[in-house]
Every structure is written in C-alpha cells, then in structure tokens.
C-alpha cells in the first residue's frame, strides 16, 4: 500500500491511529475505538466517517482469523506549511498485522519494566489521543530494547508515573485501584477504560489521580494492559518487586475471554 | 511520489525534515541544514548519508529558478509497534514548491500576532529538532487562521515568548538582542542562528534565555525570522504595538541579500 508523499500525516504526525484486535469474526472493542477516534478527530478538526470506520473494520474481518487491524486516519494531502486546508480530504490507511501475544510465562508471573530516561510531552492540548506524533514513545522504546526491559515505565514531566510506552499502568491498594490521569500526557487506552469498568463491577473504587513512585512502590499489585495484550502483570521494576494479585489474574482471564 | 504506508515517518512521525530557500542556482544555507539534520538524526538515532543529502540538493536546484526544496528523512518502513527496526533502511523523501514570499507591505511596516492558546510542548528531548510530530503547529495555525493574524506567537509550558508557529522571534533591548531558548521546546532555526550571528558581528550582545510576555512588551524592536520568509518585523501583537526598528531593516536586507 502506498500513500502521497505530501500527506499531512507523514509531513507533521498530523492524523490518529487505532490498533484493533480481531477474532476470526469481530472486533469486540470495535465501538470503543470507533469512538476514541471520532473524539480524537473532533479534537484536531479532522472529519470522521463513522461508517467508513465501521467498513474498514469489515473489510479487516474478512480473512475470518485472529489478527491485529490498524486503522490510521490522517488530514490527508496538503501543500507547504502547517495550515491545514480548508476543505480536508482525509486519508485512511489500513494494515493486517499477525496476531503476536507476549509469551505465557510473561502473562502469568508478570513482566520486569525499567524506568525511560525519556518523560513523556508535557502536552494538554494532545494528552488522552492516540495520535501520530510518537517520538517519545520511540526515543522510549530505543532504551528498552537496549536495556533488555520486557517494557518501559514513562513518567511525566513532574517525574510522576504516566504509562508504559505502549501500555496503561494500574497500581492495588487494598480495594483501591489507581491508574494516572491523562490531562497532560498520555493515551487514554481502551483496555485502560475497560479495566475502569471492570474494577467497579468487582467493587473496587476505582480513581484517576497523580501516582509517585514511591506510592507505586507500595503497591499489593501492579499490572500494564492495552487492547492487544490485555492484561499483564507487572512483577518487577529496577530493583523493586511485587506479587501477582488477584485482581491481575482474574482481569487477564475475563479479557482474554473476549477474543475466545 | 508515493511512500509505503508501513513508513514509520507516517506511523509515528519517526524522522525529521529541512525546508531550503533555492535560488536559481545555489542553497545559500545547504551545509547549515545539513548540519542540523544530520545533528537531529544523530539524536534519533537515523543513519544521515551526507552526501545524498547534498546529492538531493543539487537535484531541486537543476531546475534553475528560484524554489523552496523539502526534504524529509524518516526511518523507513518498520512492522508494528515503536520498537525501531535493528538496521532501519532511512526513507529520503524530497518535493519542490513555488518560492513564495510575505507581501512587501508585511515586510515593510511588520506582522501581526496573537497569542496562541496552544502552548509547545513540553518536550527536553526534542528540543531544538525540526522533527515531523508537529501537531502542536498544526493546532496553533487552525487558530492563526480562524483569528485572521499575520502569524502566531506560541509559549512554552511555563507561559514564556518561545516562537512563532513557523519563525523564531528576537527582541533588541537597547543594544542587546534576545531570542527565546529552545532547552525544552522549539526549533533552532537556521536563520535564528544566522541573526546570531550578524548581531554579534554588528556590536549587539546576543543572549538566549527566558523571554516573558511582559518583557517583550518593553522591548525596543521585535522581529521574527526563517530562512525561508527572511527577517520580518513584528509590528503588534494583541493590543501591543512596537515600532519596525533599524536592526530588523538592517538584516531583512543583508537576508535577502543572500538570495538575490
């Protein structure tokens, strides 16, 4: 597949992406992506097509196997300069990716993350999308893979906890579940919302807030998950460890029970 | 020209672009923007040939008349995921635009700007770098158009003068000329450095630092700067207005110069 070299989305990130698992026959967190991407696109007045989403997402199903569907969806072409044109004919890109799960060992006794040199954008006017400005997450990802980390913790600007480069992050205190707040960074995931969900449902109170590393430390549980992988634990960071908890586990179970 | 959809330029925004002013046969500025790109691509760690670089330049300027060349340089086409691919095949993507130049009212009497309510990103790591995730540029100017200004001034995270949308500002107090630092957010532009550089060969003293809004309120002249546009002065901005100095008339026409 190809696409015009004065694409907007290549010449400034300027676009969004969503990243869908897909079983042989849906794409069960289809309507929670369709979403984020039209709030996304609302945000940096780029036109949404709900339909076209829907029938990309059909076209992606069609092969009938487990996979990994990408949908970018950019301002589509333009000249010279950052102004976008009046009358924007959006680009939509789509890939079928192999579906590639971390190993069964990293899924039941958790994954060991060190912590990125590099923070997160300090960035409101971009924090929560999923857009296609991601230098940090690859200057982030150039050290892990350097450092042999099974992921990355990102932390924001003030030095606080944000995310993994490609993963939310939760920590349990006794009946409390605490993930960051994404008003300055971050990308609001859509695992991250259904954790939130599912929290609740078990009678856990569930909040967005700052989190320190030194609360994270604390912590009875940690675990990471995004829409792909789901739910993993978090056994270890630098030096410090956890236990696999509970609600870890019976997470993993009730996501990887959606794609069955 | 086509690029593959798989570019990590598009996915992410994973590489980093020049914009030269041609004349009808010479770059005037070709080994400065050699230089940072090749700076910028050593801190992304993206292979730079120098010579292709030299080599695309020389192929924009046959045309014989004056021109503006981009070149963007990403990482090539990778799978899924930020992870860089280990031995990344860099994409040289290269495009050719009419010169087109600020109206010579702008350029006689100066600019007007408003603020932006989008603040740069806060970003140390990218700092600097004229790198492709520039959606914050992107959402300023929808601003800059809808408010009808010549241009917009964009403050860093702490409410600091940083640069406009696509020039860098300096502000001459007396005999001293002072130009944002760009440690945390910014693009080090070429004719910034150029301005530098004449105003210390003209007996100013040239100083980065922080700039505030209500110190730029005071200073004697204002004038912004690419090495496209040349030197333009800064007239007003909201309800401020400052007189087009010596200083910005001085090196508008040295600028230009450069290009005839």
Known sequence: MLIAADDRGLAYG???????????????????HRQ???AAAKRLNIPFDASRFDAEVAELLKPGEPAVGKIILTRGSGGRGYAPPAHPHPSWIVQRFPLSLWQE????????LGVCDTRASDAPHLAGMKHLNRLDQVLARQQVMRAGWDEGLMLDATG???????????ARFGDNLLTPSLHRAGVSGIARDWVCQQGRLRGLSVQEGKLSL???????EVFACNSVAGILPVRKLAVWQWQVGEVSRQLQQSFDALFE
Do not use: K, W
């Open 160 to 170: 606080a906890v944000l995310e993994l480069t490609s993963m939310n992050i939760f």
């Open 14 to 32: 300027d676009g969004i992406f969503e990243t869908l698992r897909l079983t042989a026959a849906t794409a069960p967190f289809q309507s929670a």
């Open 36 to 38: 984020r991407m039209a």
């Open 214 to 220: 030194l609360r994270l430390r604390e912590a009875d």
């Open 105 to 112: 060992q990293q899924r039941a006794d958790g994954i060991q």
